[in-house]
T-cell receptor
Framework: DAGITQSPRHKVTETGTPVTLRCHQT?????MYWYRQDPGHGLRLIHY???????DKGEVSDGYSVSRSKTEDFLLTLESATSSQTSVYFC??????????????FGNGTRLTVT | SQELEQSPQSLIVQEGKNLTINCTSS?????LYWYKQKYGEGLIFLMM?????EEKSHEKITAKLDEKKQQSSLHITASQPSHAGIYLC????????????FGQGTTLQVKP
């Protein structure tokens, strides 16, 4: 298994509070991604990173921000959590020289519930 | 925006039977990836296809990408209970981005 650790694995939080999810990798891979998985929508890309301090938005980035200050860590922050952000969040990494010809390897996910 | 359509959405087969899952796009795909997911867990990478007409096999699972690179199939031969789970196809809709889009998934149950 690729060395990807997501924390926490489960979290319950209240509407309006900030939440930070962490993805830690031990593979020294360049590319990191945050996806959310929801019934009826499948997996959708939130943000991705192509290097330290280099990030860009994905399909569903509103309400989320990311930071990558070290190769191994990619943080996802929900600035003010809403019930629509209740979801399972997956981090993925890719180690190819180019992003497009290497598979993504996924962490085990964080189940977030916003009440 | 481009979408990936998977069919069927769910499948129940008897152990030992063969099955096929399809993944279709309206546009050319730059890289097609198959993943398996068990409930409550992450996605496990199975295979990657990049060239039109490409076919890859691993154990009892074979994946193919058509010549136009718009349709892929995943075929399982002699299914076993260990094959049960959710199968997802993912694809790079725009060359050189690595930002995958995914199908909705196909849930497979294998009855002993």
């Amino acid at each position: 298994d690729a060395g990807i650790t997501q924390s926490p694995r489960h979290k319950v939080t209240e509407t309006g509070t900030p939440v930070t999810l962490r993805c830690h990798q031990t593979e020294n891979h360049r590319y990191m991604y945050w996806y959310r998985q929801d019934p009826g929508h499948g997996l959708r890309l939130i943000h991705y990173s192509y290097g330290v301090k280099d990030t860009d938005k994905g399909e569903v980035s509103d309400g989320y921000s990311v930071s990558r200050s070290k190769t191994e860590d990619f943080l996802l922050t929900l600035e003010s959590a809403t019930s629509s952000q209740t979801s399972v969040y997956f981090c993925a990494i890719s180690g190819g020289r180019q992003a497009y010809n290497s598979p993504l390897h996924f962490g085990n996910g964080t189940r977030l519930t916003v009440t | 925006s481009q979408e990936l359509e998977q069919s069927p959405q769910s499948l129940i087969v008897q152990e030992g039977k063969n099955l096929t899952i399809n993944c279709t796009s309206s546009k050319t795909l730059y890289g097609l990836y198959w993943y398996k997911q068990k409930y409550g867990e992450g996605l496990i990478f199975l295979m990657m296809l990049q060239k039109g007409g490409e076919e890859k096999s691993h154990e009892k699972i074979t994946a193919k990408l058509d010549e136009k690179k718009q349709q892929s199939s995943l075929h399982i031969t002699a299914s076993q209970p260990s094959h049960a789970g959710i199968y997802l196809c993912g694809a790079d809709p725009i060359s050189n981005t690595g930002k995958l889009i995914f199908g909705q998934g196909t849930t497979l149950q294998v009855k002993p």
